[in-house]
């Protein structure tokens, strides 16, 4: 019986044990069950989640791109803003500077402001945009820089930047030319550290900001540019126009670019601006045989430059800037004259029609009594090349010679109802192309104008290096007014002490088409040698110069669209100017012809710059219209 429990016993462990590993299976599939149900609930948490950082991502960018249109608007009206003030500066209208210059530091400051909320705070440290954003906040700060310290400032005295204050009635006002220079003392140093500014921030990747920089950006370079190449003369400008009750007496030179010099043209009238204490007379153009005399004395030509550019650098009043110095070509005017006049100049004005047409489009066009009107868009090719068409050469001299008086007088009486921006802008593009040039004969002005970029001299700066393109005409017509040049610079090589190499391209061509030859050409514009190739052959002195420290090799020269062989073979022949390398050859350029010349040019190891190619300048096709 004993045995029989013990085996009850057993029996009912061993049923009971596997009762409970039968029980295990089910315990495990409810852990499963409740294991399954939090993730489920987890994944809807946090899918909630997503959907709510989505949707909160998705209504902040929403409210950034609103904000972003909204900054667009506000800075496109501050930029019109800067603009108004500049017009009313220009007319003297002292109430609307004061309008404009309150707005546009009230729109200023709303930009900053909101750019100082939590909104943009946040927004720079977005991945791709906050570069963007950044950008933006720069615009803010410069927009408030210039609105406070320059704007608001200058409205307090409100006549400070107008030039109808600065000129009226061939008249400068010297003490608003002193107010003037104190106002851009003041507000160069804003303009410039706000281009730099914004000339520094990287292109945005917000299509919409690219509306907002870029106008800003230019309009603030043209300023800092306009103000910035001016200001070497500043300190001199009340003495060059007679301060103080002194008298200062300029020869204007018009330059003829239809009959090429190296520094422009062949200069055929001349003029002079005479200033006491301000007011200005304008002694009207003559014939520079009739001011200067047909036969004089000898120039003062150096020896070296007699042999390099020939006698009538010398010898002859329209030939004195055949060398591409004007420095040079000044002092011998000055010294023509003195022979001449046995009047004492303070300084020699150069300037071409090309700039004269530029000075028109500020000013307005002249009425002529010949029944043609001479404006900004027409005066260059008019002059040079049209007339020739319409009248005889001696009704043609007589145009040129009233256009130049007329022109003048027409600048000086306009002047002050002129953008002083735009104003600085065309004498500054003026002097960059060489198409107003002045030397004076005082050291120190003409130092200063040398560094404002107005003294057309040949350039000795080892770390700005420079090599030039230049041309004499030998045609004896005015058919140089074809005549264009393009250099093309390639990628240097540096060399083992430093320098560096620059292979250039250079293309000469005549530009006057050969069915004009067939039509017949009128007598001006027929090439008057015996060894021409067509009436239209065009027959240029050209010079290579090499940079201060430098040298240049010729590798090449090429014949294109030739149809007749070619009289002689395209030979340079090496010199020597200023202790500068030079290279010069009689160049024959027929209609329609092209010369391409390939050289290589090595600057000085000291050279820091690129390489700049200046060229005799040359009428623009642009404005040509060949």
Known sequence: MLKSRLNQGRSHRHHHGSSRRMRLPRLRLRSRRRSSRGRRRWTMVAGLVLVAVLAGAGLYGYTLYQSVGGLKDKAEDATSQLTAYVKAATSGDADKIKDTASSASATAHEIQDELASPLWVCAQFIPVVGS??????????????????????????????????????????????????????????????????????????????????????????????????????????????????????????????????????????????????????????????????????????????????????????????MTP???RAGQMYHGSNMRANQENV??????????????????????????????????????????????????????????????????????????????????????????????????????AVQKAGFAGEL????????????????????????????????????NEDGSKSYHVQLSIKNNMNRGLIAGGLPGYLKVGRDDNRSVADLYEDAFLIAPEGGSLEIVSSTRLNSTVPATSEITWNEASYQGLQTFKCGLRVDADEIVVISYNVTTSPEAKEPLHVRITPLVPEEIAYW
């Open 132 to 321: 963007d954003v950044h950008s933006v906040r720069v615009l803010g700060d410069v927009l408030v820089d210039v609105a406070d310290n320059a704007l608001v400032p200058l409205a307090k005295d409100s006549g400070a930047l107008s030039l109808s204050t600065l000129m009226s009635n061939s008249e400068v006002n010297v003490s608003a030319l002193r107010d003037l220079l104190s106002a851009i003392e003041m507000v160069a140093p804003i303009i410039s550290r706000s281009a730099k500014s914004v000339g520094e921030l990287p292109q945005p990747r917000i299509k919409q900001l690219t509306g907002v920089l870029e106008p800003l950006r230019v309009s603030l370079r043209d300023l800092d540019s306009a103000l910035d190449q001016m200001s070497p003369l500043y300190p001199h400008l009340p003495t060059m126009v007679g301060a103080d009750g002194q008298t200062k007496t300029y020869m204007v030179l018009a330059q003829n670019n239809a009959e090429v010099h190296a520094t422009g043209g062949f200069v055929g009238w001349v003029g002079y601006l005479v200033m006491t204490d301000g007011h200005i007379e304008l002694r009207d153009f003559q014939s520079v045989t009739k001011v200067l005399g047909k036969d004089h004395e000898p120039a003062g030509a150096t020896q070296e430059e007699i042999a390099l550019f020939d006698g009538p650098i010398d010898a002859h009043v329209g030939d004195h800037n």
């Open 459 to 494: 350039s000795h700066n080892q770390k700005a290096p420079v090599t030039g393109v230049y041309f004499n005409d030998r045609s004896t017509s005015k058919a140089a007014y074809y005549l264009s040049a393009e250099a093309q610079v390639g990628q240097p090589s540096t």
């Open 346 to 447: 303070d300084g020699v004005l150069a300037v071409d029609p090309v700039f004269l047409q530029y000075m028109l489009e500020l000013v307005g066009p002249i009425d002529t009594s010949f029944g043609v009107k001479v404006d900004g868009t027409n005066a260059a090719s008019v002059v040079l090349n049209q007339c020739l068409f319409w009248w005889s050469p001696a009704t043609c001299d007589d145009f040129y010679e009233e256009v130049s008086n007329t022109a003048f007088h027409k600048v000086l009486d306009e002047l002050g109802s002129v953008d002083t921006v735009e104003f600085l802008s065309t004498l500054g593009k003026g002097a960059q192309e060489g198409r107003c040039m002045l030397w004076v004969q005082d050291i120190n002005i003409e130092e």
């Open 325 to 327: 110095d004007f420095v």
